[in-house]
């Protein structure tokens, strides 16, 4: 085993250590903070969801009979009346 000398020692206490960098946040003007404070939300509530669609093209489906092979026509049909509420 080799031994220590002075100089290894100062050699490992010289070398920084590796510390986390904090980034700074970035500073938002009261302006912009306002502004965003009174911005309405993107029409969330107008929006159909899948399942909705999903629910009133099975209706569809249901009211012509069940036939086959329509999937595709029922689900752009519910779309539509869906998306003119």
Known sequence: MAKRTKNS???A???PKATATKKPTPK???????????RKPA??????????IAKRAYEIWMEQ????GTEHENWC????????I
């Open 13 to 15: 206490a010289k070398t």
């Open 43 to 52: 029409q969330a509530s107008t929006q159909v969801t899948h399942d909705q």
């Open 9 to 11: 020692r100062k050699a």
């Open 28 to 38: 938002i003007p009261a302006a912009a903070k306002s502004r965003a404070a009174t």
């Open 77 to 84: 049909q519910a779309k539509d009346q869906l998306s003119k």
């Open 65 to 68: 009979g069940k036939p086959a």
